[in-house]
């Protein structure tokens, strides 16, 4: 009889994410992501080594969201980044929190970066959980923004998301390295090069332990299935040695939301209150498929509905061993 089970000359590496008082910061506890020795949920070639990890998204300014989504969200919290992430904490049990800083962007706000960190020290202080740091996408305003922000979090082990060849990401790096931080690099759907990129912050000194890949996540109906075939490409390519793919991958599942489906009023669609969070929570579980290691997600119930999933999946090595 032929076994069907194959080894795999590579692994993926562990990411930690935030650090305890023992490790020299001040959170309540932290993270490990990635780890994996086969293909996501191959039970018969090996167990996965950490469950999946989901971040809470709070954002910097009061942004448009479907009304459906601000219902589960006071409007004195929406107004206070500091107080939306302790209610993500106390009331949905966050386990971490994804603090994007929209308001630096020059085109809205063009909040300043000292006082964007005044809010980003704010959030540290409010919550005890791990914090990714996420810039506002401008290409010119995130490297000095992630550079200070590194600063700021001094300890804290954060990541720092996200850095592309299109910004001066080796000030980020350079301060990522010096803080002792992680990094999540992004390249949308293109597996070639993001072995490029990683190749090139690797040469900038960053270890394995602290590079995250986001190789974009396309909502259900835009893009997914692209989204599906960068991540596993990548995957296999890691667990079969390639050591600039060996990362551990987030989904910034939240990006579920740009798809009218999700948020439209339509009653020949169904319930929009129901159809919103399905949206991104079908996403979400189609990248956890994929191999998705890390979820930025934004719906109080597209989380619940993962973390079921997770739970699920997870218990059934253990259901299977018994």
């Not at 409007?75 to 800083?101: C, F, G, Q, S």
């Not at 690797?202 to 602290?210: C, N, S, T, V």
């Not at 960068?230 to 667990?239: D, F, I, N, Q, T």
């Not at 939301?257 to 979400?284: K, V, Y």
Request: aromatic share 8%; proline share 6%; charged share 25%.
């Amino acid at each position: 009889m032929v076994s069907v089970k194959e080894e795999y000359a590579g692994r993926i590496s562990q990411v930690v994410l935030g650090a305890t008082k023992k490790e020299g910061g001040t959170r309540n506890k932290r993270l490990v992501i990635g780890g994996e020795s086969s293909p996501p949920f191959y039970y018969f070639e090996g167990a996965p080594k950490n469950k999946p990890a989901i971040s809470h998204d709070v954002f910097d300014m009061p942004i448009s969201l479907p009304g459906h989504v601000r219902e589960h969200f006071p409007d004195d919290v929406m107004n206070d980044p500091a107080e939306w992430a302790k209610y993500r904490v106390k009331k949905y049990n966050a386990e971490m929190i994804t603090l994007h800083m929209v308001s630096t962007d020059p085109k809205l706000k063009d909040t300043p970066v000292k006082e964007a960190c005044r809010t980003i020290e704010d959030v540290l202080q409010a919550v005890k959980v791990p914090i990714i740091i996420g810039g506002s996408g401008n290409p010119s305003k995130d490297p000095e923004l992630l550079e200070k922000a590194a600063e700021v979090c001094s300890g804290e082990r954060v990541l720092l998301s996200s850095i592309d060849p299109d910004m001066d990401y080796k000030r980020v790096t350079a301060a990522a390295l010096k803080h002792g931080h992680a990094v999540l690099s992004l390249i949308p759907m293109n597996p070639d090069e993001m072995r490029r990129f990683n190749k090139n912050l690797i040469r900038q000194g960053l270890r394995r332990e602290d590079i995250v890949m986001d190789l974009f996540t396309g909502g259900i109906g835009y893009g997914i299935e692209y989204t599906v075939s960068a991540m596993e490409r990548s995957r296999l390519a890691g667990l079969r040695g390639d050591e600039y793919l060996c990362f551990p991958m987030a989904s910034a599942t939240s990006n579920a939301w740009s798809a009218r489906e999700a948020w439209m009023r339509n009653d020949a669609w169904g319930p929009r209150e129901l159809r919103g969070p399905l949206w991104e929570s079908t996403t979400a579980e189609i990248a956890l498929l994929s191999g998705a290691d890390l979820f930025m997600m934004l719906h109080p119930r597209a989380i619940f509905a993962l973390e079921e999933v997770i739970e699920s999946l997870y218990s059934f090595q253990y259901r299977e061993k018994a």
